[in-house]
């Protein structure tokens, strides 16, 4: 019988079931040659295994004294505590290629962001330059334009928002500059409704500020989950 | 918050800084990453389904900090790798010589892997996810965690010279 990797694999890593971990031992048993590949497996594993221990360990003192005041709080309040409003554990999950953090990380970073967050809600229309407004009708989530003024437009994610529009997060950078919008679709126009500039600074500082604006944003407006890639192709193509 | 789930969280800070190292590849990043993933857990303990294991649960919640962190952050600087810090190598002068070479050149092999394939590594190898709970964090179906597993287990033992 020929044992392909994947199956070896599992072996190795114990995620076959008894009967089939047993069936394949034996088939192991009598094939040198997959004994060979088994050991690949099993011996990359024990030498990443090591590497669990190797971790440099700085204090967490400071951590753990705040995980155990959060438990306290609720111990005596017998509530949830006051200035801990529960958020999804799992914050919008990208629907597509370009949230994946490696795509970042490729183009990283180490000088950090400061932002300053506004919002657009009604008013008057925001008046986007056409090239803006063409990356809106048609650049899927993922990819990335040039503006033709010297500035990259990247399409983050499409949402709806509990009324049913047609939301989209994207990045326009030029040179150390960054700003990240939300334009929603009116009829035949885009608005955009939430915008935060990032301004390179030196030293890491968190851009937890801005996340939690973006992120409030979203939570005031109902906006769920990224649409997936086709009910995003689906809704521009209406 | 249930002091129960504190504690565990309390237990589970070395393998949240591992991972965050593994993803961020930068001590002060990988400390910004784990406080995140701390209080964004602190916030969420009520939606933790108990009969879970806690692992995967908490993996993903850092996973997306390092989305949030590093889809905002465009801006070319200089990167302090930890693998050249001193202070981040592990502090093993009872252990052999040869063993702690060997650490090193799976580490630097680490380093040379595609991202994907080290993160998923990282998760099984490492940290002990099965394939299921690999593919619940990196949110991609089990078939894919097996392929992508597999091949980088291949490449990892080329770059080892295990044969």
Redesign the interface.
């Known amino acids: 019988m020929q044992i392909d ?2 199956t070896l ?2 072996l190795a ?1 114990g ?1 076959l079931d008894q009967a089939e971990a047993a069936r394949v031992s034996a088939a192991v048993a009598r094939d040198p040659e997959a004994q ?1 590949r088994l ?3 099993t ?3 024990a ?12 204090s ?1 003192k400071d ?2 004294a ?3 005041a ?6 005596a309040s017998g509530t ?2 006051p200035t ?8 919008p ?2 629907a597509n290629a ?5 795509a ?2 490729a ?7 400061v932002g300053l967050a506004w919002w657009q809600m009604g008013g008057t229309p925001a008046g986007l330059p056409e090239a803006e407004v063409a990356a809106l009708d048609s650049l899927p989530s993922g990819q990335v334009t040039e503006l033709g003024d010297g500035r990259d437009l990247t399409m ?1 994610a499409s949402y709806r928002t509990a009324e049913g529009a047609f939301c989209r997060e994207y ?1 326009t ?1 030029q040179d ?1 500059g ?1 700003t ?1 919008s939300v334009a929603c679709r009116q009829g035949d126009t885009w608005q955009r409704q939430f915008a935060s500039d ?1 301004t ?1 600074t030196d030293g ?1 500082v ?3 500020g ?2 939690a604006a973006l992120d409030d944003w979203l939570a005031e407006t109902g906006a769920g989950d990224p649409l997936t890639p086709e009910d995003e192709a689906a809704a521009l193509a209406d | ?3 129960a ?3 565990a ?2 237990r589970l ?2 393998n949240l ?2 991972y965050a ?1 593994s ?1 961020a590849r ?4 990988a ?2 990453l ?3 993933t ?1 209080e ?5 303990a ?3 389904d108990p009969a879970a294991r806690l692992e995967p ?1 908490l993996f ?2 850092t ?18 790798d ?1 693998f050249d810090m001193p ?4 502090d ?1 002068g009872d252990r052999a010589v040869e ?1 702690r070479l ?2 090193q050149a ?2 630097q092999a ?1 380093k040379t892997l595609p ?2 394939q080290a993160e998923i ?2 998760l ?5 996810l ?2 299921a709970e690999a593919a619940e964090v990196l ?1 991609i179906p089990k078939g894919t965690v ?2 992508r ?2 091949r980088a ?2 490449a ?2 080329e770059r ?1 010279g ?2």
């Not at chain 1, 183009?107 to 962001?113: E, K, L, W």
């Not at chain 2, 202070?87 to 592990?90: R, T």
Request: glycine share 2%.
């Open positions: 990797d994947e694999m599992a890593d995620e060979a050991r690949l497996f011996e990359t594993r030498r990443l295994k090591i590497l669990a221990s190797a971790a440099p360990a700085p967490d951590l753990i705040r995980i155990r959060a438990s306290s709080a609720v111990q949830v505590a801990a409003p529960p958020l999804s554990a799992t914050p999950v990208p370009n949230r994946a953090p490696w970042a990380l183009a990283a970073v180490t000088a950090a962001v983050i990045e950078a150390a960054l990240v990032m390179a890491y968190p851009a937890s801005d996340i | 918050m249930d002091p789930f504190g504690e969280l309390i800070l070395p800084r591992r190292l993803l930068r001590a002060d990043l400390d910004d784990v406080q995140t701390v964004r857990a602190i916030r969420a009520g939606s933790y649960w993903r919640i996973r997306n900090a390092f989305i949030d962190l590093t889809r905002r952050q465009r801006t070319e600087g200089v990167q302090v930890v202070e981040a190598l592990p093993d063993a060997m650490l799976t580490q680490m991202p994907e590594l990282h099984i190898c490492i940290e002990e099965s394939y949110d097996m392929s597993l597999s287990r291949l990892l033992a080892l295990i044969k």
